[in-house]
């Protein structure tokens, strides 16, 4: 089993910064972690996943190079650092943890654990 908690969430002004965090427990190897988002009235869409090994990979269209995926040492925490803020980022937040080889890293199939979320709000 693997439990996610993120946190960090909260209301910013456009062109803010915002550090998402992702606690992570649980012992199953984890194949892939990766962050998506919800914004209202809108289905859940990728934002980064993170291999195993380190591979990054973004959606090119939205985030790379404002957004940073990261995971500290130990590997208990995964952060989801967001750098100039727009608010069309404006999204429930969730981090997903994937423990098996199939599937595409941007899609919601492959991530079988979940977060509960956490609320980014950015104002004009």
């Known amino acids: 089993q693997v439990q996610l908690v993120e946190s960090g969430g909260g209301l910013v002004q456009a062109g803010a910064s915002l550090r998402l965090s992702c606690a992570v427990s649980?012992?199953?190897?984890?194949?892939?972690m990766a962050w998506f988002r919800q914004a209202p009235g809108k289905e859940r869409e990728f934002v980064v996943a993170r291999t195993w090994n380190g591979v990054k990979i973004y959606d090119e269209d939205s985030v790379e190079g404002r957004f940073t995926i990261s995971v500290d040492n130990a590997g208990n925490t995964m952060y989801l650092r967001m750098n100039s803020l727009t608010p069309e980022d404006t999204a429930v937040y969730y981090c997903a943890a994937s423990t098996t080889n199939s599937g595409n890293y941007n899609s919601q199939e492959r991530y079988t654990y979940w977060g509960q979320g956490t609320q980014v709000t950015v104002s004009s």
């Open positions: 649980g012992r199953t190897f984890k194949t892939a």
